[in-house]
């Protein structure tokens, strides 16, 4: 049993930085990820993170502005987001792998999600 509990969100203008914070309560899985929601869409990956070797995995649309990391001794994941654009509004989770039989930037393959964090880009 994996609890996950995200901190960090806020309101921030266009171009601010905010860090997001999932601390893994129990056992951690080999594959974390960060995912967001935005109003009336689909919940969608951002980035991923092998908790193990550290081998990241970002979407297109937040490559190159945010940077997941793991602290594997405070057993706690981050999601540094820089260059924050209106479009990145959204509800922010946390995510453990507990599923391999499909892609891992796929939702259905987490099985433990953290009660989620608000971030609103204003511009």
């Known amino acids: 049993q994996v609890q996950l509990v995200e901190s960090g969100g806020g309101l921030v203008q266009a171009g601010g930085s905010l860090r997001l914070s999932c601390l893994a309560d129990?056992?951690?899985?080999?594959?974390m990820g960060w995912f967001r929601q935005a109003p009336g869409k689909e919940r969608e990956f951002v980035a991923i993170?092998?908790?193990?070797?550290?081998?990241?995995y970002y979407a297109d649309a937040v490559k190159g502005r945010f940077t997941i990391s793991r602290d594997k001794a405070k057993n706690t994941m981050y999601l540094q987001m820089n260059s924050l654009k209106p479009e990145d509004t959204a509800v922010y989770y946390c995510?453990?792998?507990?599923?391999?039989?499909?892609?891992?930037?796929?939702?259905?393959?987490?099985?433990?999600w953290g009660q989620g964090t608000q971030v609103t880009v204003s511009s």
């Open positions: 993170i092998n908790w193990q070797g550290g081998s990241t």
């Open positions: 129990g056992r951690s899985s080999d594959t």
């Open positions: 995510a453990a792998r507990t599923r391999y039989s499909g892609s891992k930037y796929h939702t259905g393959e987490y099985g433990y």
